[in-house]
């Protein structure tokens, strides 16, 4: 299964950006779904993640209450809502899908 992430580029502080996750199957249907990030210098981490249905999400803490995962089933493609952006959430955000990981794209918060 590929994945694609699409969405991210350069914002203010306070910005806001919408990533997206196009799968290539149709079977990431039945898939569990998460953005990880990975700052410059940092080990990774999972900032968001959705269950098959969509009805379960879980955040991290540094993003709850600024970021909402969602996704759309027949359009085999999750989203990542990110408002109140700060130059801290700098990374390449990452989709991922079982073994299956996206190339990444790139968000850059200004301060």
């Known amino acids: 299964v590929q994945l694609v992430e699409s969405g991210g580029g350069l914002v203010p502080d306070g910005g806001s950006l919408r990533l997206s996750c196009k799968a290539s199957?149709?079977?990431?249907?039945?898939?569990?779904v998460a953005w990880h990030r990975q700052a410059p210098g940092k080990e990774r981490e999972c900032v968001a993640g959705?269950?098959?249905?969509?009805?379960?999400?879980n955040y991290a803490d540094s993003v709850k209450g600024r970021f909402t995962i969602s996704r759309d089933n027949a359009k085999s493609t999750v989203y990542l809502q990110m408002n109140s952006l700060k130059p801290e959430d700098t990374a390449v955000y990452y989709c991922?899908?079982?073994?299956?990981w996206g190339q990444g794209t790139q968000v850059i918060v200004s301060s």
């Open positions: 991922a899908m079982s073994e299956n």
């Open positions: 199957k149709f079977i990431f249907r039945f898939y569990d």
């Open positions: 959705i269950s098959s249905s969509g009805s379960s999400t």
